[in-house]
């Protein structure tokens, strides 16, 4: 039987989920004197979290990570599903697909490192940025032409926001 292409899953996708580290940020923590952790988010990115919300999807974030600063930058968005210092992604998974009564078909995720492989293998659409790990690359389904942190997350909500019929071009989302 010959494989779908990753095209074929996009008018089905009613929920993006969203690792942080790598995909919404290109992976690097700068350090500061005082310990503090910083992270940089592309607005690109931003704006199609925004779009998205603003267009009726779910939007979540499952990450290992616990930054706060990351918390208030998505809950700036709009985003109020974010599972930060999720060390068991598939729990976080199970965990909301039952709270929101979703079907894992009708999600898009997108991660980029192993700790995204077990989540990968139950959504509908996995896919991963361009600088992923192999492992990841493999099986994703759909391998954005741009890396994390630099619109890689816009790339994938763009497309199944297209292909929906909902990504006119005349948007009023604000995502500074």
Known sequence: MEE???????EHITTFIFDVDGVLTDGTVTVTTSGEMLRVMNVKDGYAIKTAIDAGYKICIISGGS????????????ITDIFLGAHNKIDQLD??????????EN???MGDDIPDFPVMLIVGLPTCPQDAVPEIKNISKYVSHKNGGKGAVRDVIEQVLKVQGKWSGNFD???D
């Open 67 to 78: 930054n706060e600063g990351v918390r208030k930058r998505l809950e700036g968005l709009g």
């Open 95 to 104: 965990a909301y697909v039952q709270k929101q009564n979703i079907k894992t």
């Open 4 to 10: 779908k292409s990753y095209k074929e899953y996009l």
């Open 173 to 175: 989302a604000q995502y």
């Open 107 to 109: 999600i898009l995720y």
